[in-house]
């Protein structure tokens, strides 16, 4: 959308912040982050905006605050930072006591004068990690006072398990749109994704990699689809590559081998994993066969769906399971009494 904008100067620019930024409960941690990444993104597009017909962003003011070890303390105006000889470490504290976050809200109207100029796209990725809805919702609703009511930053927010969903409320009505439900890549998309990841990262002349954009479709594959875990298994393999050919100056294999490589190193880690389950019993090895049959997810209130007596059968089953990383028990999002069973991309 980016380069779009550029070629037609269209006076509409769009353009995606530096990083991703991780939900946390330390909301002043992600304020301070948000803004520093945002005028990160400003200094770094400066081009952009001059070839897209928009004002250009005071780079030099933005850029001698954030990436000085020292900065100049002093007020902030319409004409940009106007600093005092006084120097203050470029800290924290020194962030929170400054006036920076203003100046760069004020930079962002100036050069997004109206909501149709286009502005900076955020993701708070990660929500799951608050463990329930009621965190996720009390976060959320926090934030829209704070950065989520400025129209220069256009927001995406992300979590598995629904908690996106569980973690609307009524407050943040006049913010978010109903979540989208995103299924897994097509295999064909995921050949395609790593291909564009391999142009895009690789470098001029970084045509040989462990896991090619084929290899890996055949990972996503073995891993139920499962995007973030097939790029997790495919970086240890890359590792386990390196130390075994490049570090240890053994003749690296053809290109044309490194496929079959990666499909014997798969099936040596499930051959370790089952050596590692072995003492586990036939009636939990049941309850995981009908767990990944009901796509690999299940619930602690859920024990007579998969035939059990009591909800306690239920827990010394995935009890036995975990201790073999078979499975992950997290606290439910929906609520936190309960406990999510999950089969790890090892099960």
């Known amino acids: 959308m980016q380069v779009q904008c550029v070629e037609d100067k269209s006076g509409v620019l769009y353009l995606p912040a530096r990083r991703l930024f991780e939900a946390s409960e330390s909301l002043d941690e992600i304020e301070a982050e948000v803004w520093r990444e945002v005028a990160q993104t400003l200094i770094s597009n400066a081009d952009a905006f001059r070839q897209c017909g928009l004002g250009v962003p005071s780079v030099a003011a933005l ?84 950065l989520f009511n400025i129209p220069q930053l256009r ?30 890549l097509s295999r064909e998309a995921s050949v395609d994704l790593v291909g564009r990841r391999i142009d895009l990262y690789g470098g001029e002349g970084a045509t040989r990699v462990p896991v090619s954009p084929q ?6 594959r073995a891993l139920n689809s499962n995007l973030r875990d097939s790029l997790t298994y ?31 190193w798969l099936a040596s880690t499930s051959d370790r994993a089952m050596q590692d389950a072995r003492g586990i019993q036939p009636r939990v090895w049941q309850f995981f066969d ?30 036995a399971l975990e201790s073999v990383n078979l499975v992950v028990r997290e606290i439910d999002p929906e609520n936190a009494s309960r406990s999510l069973t999950s089969i790890t991309p090892l099960g």
């Open 290 to 319: 009908a767990l990944a049959r009901a796509n690999g997810t299940c619930r602690s209130s859920d024990w007579d769906q998969f035939a059990f007596n009591t909800q306690q059968q239920l827990g010394s089953s995935v009890t």
């Open 63 to 146: 850029d001698r605050w954030l990436n000085d070890p020292q900065f100049r303390s002093g007020s902030l105006g319409a004409t940009g930072f106007s600093a005092s000889a006084d120097m203050t470490a470029n800290t924290a504290s020194g962030f929170a006591e400054s006036g920076f976050p203003r100046a760069v809200r004020e930079e962002l109207e100036r050069l997004f004068p109206t909501r149709a100029s286009g502005g900076v796209m955020c993701v708070l990725d990660d929500l799951e990690l608050l463990q329930s809805s009621t965190k996720a919702k009390a976060v959320l609703e926090a934030l829209g006072d704070r």
């Open 215 to 220: 290899a890996f479709e055949y990972l996503y």
């Open 155 to 184: 927001w995406i927010l992300c979590g598995s398990r629904g908690i996106v969903s569980r973690a609307r409320s009524q407050r943040l009505s006049g913010f978010l749109e109903s979540p989208m439900i995103l299924g897994p």
């Open 234 to 264: 495919a970086q240890e393999f890359a590792g386990w590559f390196y130390e075994e050919y490049v570090a240890a100056g053994t003749e690296i294999p053809p290109h044309a081998d490194l496929g079959p490589l990666l499909e014997s």
